[in-house]
């Protein structure tokens, strides 16, 4: 690196320092510095990494995607940088590789795992030149700032287009992102390949062939576009997939297990792995205790990235039995001896899937839902009238509230649904009001700029509750 750069990172790190001993979090704003010293100074950062990069993009599951990628490396023995706390737009990824690189910016490591916004890959991926582009979902998801999803493919088509060598792992099941990856140089494609007899969903996104326009047919589908699509017109269908997700077992109860067998890489797969010799066609067995449909396709993409990235079946699995979940991603606390599950849900898909985690739970619950409008959540807020609240509705056995600065357009939102909300202007006493009217389970489910204040609300309460119980 040269003395501009390794000047640009030490004043990064020196700002991230300040930060810490101020009290305050530096995910971006040491890169806000080192940036301004460097514009350049990303792509002499990832010069740092010798051995890949995988960048993980896509609406919903990056964060937990990219720290499962991040941790199978770690199993692995590898060194590995990464911006886990999910500060994913151009400071906050190079923040990330200049606190790997430290303040001489010489330190190096094996791997980067880098989540990456959709909006923002034109700008980051030519400068970090990833080995593997890992692609997981596309869906509506902040109009006031992305637009339609159509923009959102565009944008990311002309990424893989201009990229070198790059690998995309993408979604098989989503043929939205079917249609990126077919521009890229190489393609991995992952999906399930059974029914597993989901509740469908009101949100679909893809619901036509981007290559004739005609409406697309499925054998099955998953949740929203996801599933085993095709086209009768033009014949444009799910490709064969490298990584296939099979014999799925989510279990009776709440409390067990998701167990599941993947089948790959197929040869294909194989060849394009960076390794002295391709992987040997498999089955693996895994397992994990994380719950949801959505979280069976983010292992499947953080296995076909980390087997063809060099991890072994059996670092995998150990990453998955260690896994602890990223803060406010289903991540349980305990309220006077009830549970309480604190979960991202920022946009109708992620608030589908969370109400099809609720509905599998047979126990008396209380659900608190949290919206506001902040600029990191997108103004517009209309996307409620996509969210699926009817099929809780019609649960009934349940305690609701409406919480966040849009509280009370939820509210009437949920009151179409047939859903009676209490408002709610105080998380803490939101949830204490649920144990009181005897729940023996809550979920806390806020949009982002929400989720922070509602996790630290409910790891409070928690805190007060093991302490008296003592």
């Not at 949801?292 to 499947?300: H, K, Q, S, T, V």
């Not at 998380?427 to 649920?434: Q, Y």
Request: net charge neutral; charged share 20%.
């Amino acid at each position: 690196m040269d003395i501009r750069g390794r000047f640009a990172t030490g004043m990064a790190l020196l700002a991230n320092w300040a930060l810490h001993r101020a009290g305050r979090q530096g995910s971006t704003v040491p890169g806000r510095v080192g940036l301004k010293l460097d514009p350049g100074l990303l792509g002499k950062l990832a010069a740092t990494v010798d051995e890949g990069v995988v960048v993980v993009c896509g609406t919903n599951g990056k964060t937990t995607t990219n720290n499962m990628i991040y941790q199978a490396l770690k199993a692995q023995g590898k060194r590995v940088a990464g911006n886990l706390e999910g500060a994913n737009m151009l400071p906050g990824v190079t923040a990330a590789l200049a606190k790997s690189a430290g303040a001489s910016g010489s330190r190096h490591v094996d791997w980067a795992c880098l989540e990456v916004d959709e909006f923002s890959a034109p700008r980051i991926v030519p400068q970090v030149k990833p080995t593997f582009l890992v692609l997981l979902d596309l869906f509506r998801d902040q109009l006031d700032r992305y637009g339609e999803i159509d923009i959102v493919i565009d944008r990311l088509i002309e990424t893989v287009k201009a990229a070198e060598n790059l690998t995309v792992i993408y979604n098989a099941d989503d043929p939205l992102c079917a249609r990126v990856a077919k521009q890229a140089p190489n393609q991995v494609a992952f999906g399930v390949d059974q029914d597993l007899n989901l509740p469908h969903d009101l949100v679909v996104e893809g619901r036509f062939c981007l290559e004739c326009g005609h409406l697309l047919s499925y054998r099955y589908r998953q949740y929203g576009q996801l599933g085993d699509w095709y086209c009768e017109k033009c014949g444009n269908a799910r490709p064969a997939l490298d990584f296939a997700a099979r014999d799925v077992d989510f279990g009776e109860l709440a409390t067990d297990p998701l167990r599941f067998s993947v089948t790959g890489p197929s040869e294909q797969a194989g060849s394009l792995a960076p390794l002295p010799a391709p992987p040997a066609s498999s089955t693996v067995d895994l397992s994990t205790s994380r719950r949801g449909a959505y979280m069976l396709y983010n292992i499947m993409a953080a296995w076909a990235a980390s087997c063809l990235a060099g991890v072994d079946p059996e670092s995998f699995q150990r990453m998955l039995a260690a896994n602890q979940t990223s803060k406010g991603r289903m991540e349980g606390f305990t309220v006077d001896g009830v549970p309480v599950v604190v979960n991202l849900a920022k946009n109708p898909t992620g608030f589908n899937q969370n109400i099809g985690v609720c509905l599998r739970d047979p126990r008396k619950k209380a659900v608190v839902f949290i919206v506001n409008s902040q600029v990191n959540d997108g103004h517009d807020i209309s996307w409620l009238w996509d969210v699926d609240y009817e099929r809780l509705a019609a649960a009934g056995t349940s305690l609701w509230y409406a919480g966040g600065e849009r509280r009370n357009d939820l509210q009437v939102r949920l009151k179409y649904a047939g859903i009676p909300a209490k408002l709610s202007e105080d998380t803490a006493a939101s949830v204490k009001d649920a144990i009181a009217r005897g729940a023996e389970a809550v979920y806390v489910l806020p949009n982002y700029s929400a989720l922070v204040p509602a996790r630290d609300a409910v790891a409070a309460i928690a805190q007060e509750s093991e302490m008296s119980a003592r």
